[in-house]
């Protein structure tokens, strides 16, 4: 990427002060002459207006709706954030905050959706930013906001129909929020610190915030069908990571992850979260994200991936698969008392149950089950005890989270809507009981130590009960192996691994 250029130009200085005869471009870049100006900013071809509507653009609005109603002559600012420096002038990937594109479906980073009290309601206006185009400077110079650095955007009018909402410029945000007490107005804060500056904090922030996710619970029918396509994607990647395991034996578990996020980026948008290619005694670390080990015959791959799709939404999915596409009886066996925890797990999900009920049936699988291979003695109920909990050494983390467009999705809801709530219909959570089993664990027979397996999918509440978006992915040990020996069949692909 190049991104600076030699000067050609007298620089601005003391021998060559700005004048109307220059335009200063910025910081090791040379000043650009007016004549230059005015020869890039005419003779451009009017952009065709663009008829298309945005697919979600009546249900954000009915979202907008719903926001509205909950805080009435409440004024309601939500940014979708800036851009975040890598290193110097170079940007990580935009992407905009979850809340800002539930309500707009827009990527642009630096917009603000403001809601203004008008009569029983609000007007919803989108502040974007303007700046890169032709009649100015910017265009060719701005290596942030300009279309020949950095390509086109809608303008206001484009964006308007686009999107279904009315838009302003961006340097009209803070005077249209002079005067608004901070008492009767929210904000979405940490994402634009120039919009957390407008306005000191209020209570109302927190309480946006809250309402947002407990709004973001259930998904309608649009959110539904987009974490199917995150999903159907996300099972791609991982047949691209079996066709792809045998050239990865010998090296490294990057392999693993850069084979599934090539099929992130040629379907989506991106990866939904930090891929983890836990390889051996890597898969009993819950997180395990350096992904690199050493990929070798005869261990276990816990690969836990989600494809987000262009809309945003991600898929969260974890198999544990035979490196050599089959399991050792030790492996078989761990994985079977975790596939029979998950469907117990799966089983509990349906409207009214408690959210934590496919939790709770999950343990007591795993409970009983550990008390059979010798690992824990007592009864399960004394076990599972809440002032004892001893099953946890194996078994880190709750077994269900909600998703959406965060992977951990509406985690400041309420506990009372979320963790301590029931489960409703358009719900979408997990479910991923695990064991794990470290290398140094005495408590451990010898044969499963650094065994960690976790069998993860994503689970739709239904008016009956449930559905899982992952179920065209094999969970049986019979099912997993005859799925790798047939993709092995079929000719590996190369990927462009070879040496």
Not at 55 to 74: D, G, I, M, N, V
Not at 435 to 461: A, C, K, M, N, S
């Amino acid at each position: 990427m190049s991104t600076m250029s030699e000067p050609t130009e007298p620089d601005v200085s003391e021998e060559h002060p700005i004048s109307e005869s220059w335009v200063w471009a910025g910081a090791h870049r040379p000043a650009i002459p007016r004549v230059l100006v005015e020869h890039m900013t005419s003779n451009w071809a009017e952009v065709e207006p663009e008829a298309s509507v945005h697919p979600a653009a009546e249900h954000c609005a009915r979202r907008r709706q719903q926001l509205s109603a909950a805080f009435p002559l409440t004024t309601l600012v939500i940014p979708s954030g800036t851009l975040k420096t890598r290193s110097n002038d170079t940007e990580y990937r935009f992407r905009p905050g979850t809340d800002f594109f539930w309500l707009t479906s827009s990527h642009e980073p630096d917009g603000v959706l403001v809601l203004h009290p008008e009569g029983d309601g609000h007007r919803a206006v989108l502040y974007l930013e303007t700046g890169g185009d032709v009649s100015t400077h910017r265009f060719f110079t701005d290596a942030v906001y300009g279309e020949l650095w950095t390509g086109p955007r809608r303008s206001l009018t484009a964006a308007s129909s686009y999107l279904g909402i009315d838009t302003a410029p961006l340097g009209e945000l803070e005077k249209d929020l002079v005067g608004i007490d901070a008492a009767a107005m929210g904000t979405v804060r940490n994402l634009a610190p120039s919009v957390d500056a407008l306005r000191d904090p209020s209570s109302v922030d927190g309480t946006l915030v809250q309402q947002l996710n407990e709004l973001r619970l259930a998904k309608d029918p649009y959110e539904v069908a987009k974490l199917q396509e995150a999903v159907d994607a996300t099972v791609l990647g991982f047949c691209d990571v079996v066709r792809a395991l045998p050239e990865a034996i010998g090296r490294g578990e990057r392999v693993i992850e850069g084979v599934f996020n090539l099929r992130a980026r040629v379907e989506g948008n991106d990866v939904g979260y930090n891929t983890i290619a836990a390889t051996g005694a890597h898969a009993t670390i819950l997180h395990w994200t350096r992904n690199d080990g050493v990929v070798r015959a005869g261990d276990l791959l816990l690969l836990d991936a989600g494809v987000e799709c262009d809309d945003l939404y991600t898929a969260d999915v974890t198999r544990t698969l035979p490196i050599s596409g089959t399991f050792s009886p030790a492996q078989r066996e761990i994985y079977e008392l975790v596939l029979a925890a998950q469907e117990a797990g799966i089983a509990a999900v349906r409207p009214g149950a408690a959210f934590t009920a496919p939790h709770e049936a999950a343990m007591e699988v795993l409970t009983e089950g550990l008390i059979d291979l010798g690992i824990l003695s007592g009864t399960k109920e004394e076990i599972l005890r809440r002032d004892r909990q001893l099953h946890r050494r194996y078994t880190l983390h709750g077994t269900s989270h909600m998703l959406g467009l965060d992977v951990h999705d509406c985690s400041h809801a309420r506990d009372e809507h979320y963790y301590r709530g029931e489960l409703k219909e358009g719900f979408v959570l997990t479910v991923e009981p695990g064991l794990y089993f470290q290398e140094r664990d005495l408590t451990v027979p010898e044969r499963y130590r650094g065994i960690g397996v976790r069998i993860e999918d994503d689970v739709l509440v239904t008016p009956t009960g449930a559905r899982v978006l992952s179920a065209s992915l094999p969970r049986t040990v019979e099912a997993i192996e005859a799925w790798m020996g047939e993709l092995w069949a079929e000719g590996t692909t190369n990927l462009g691994l070879g040496r």
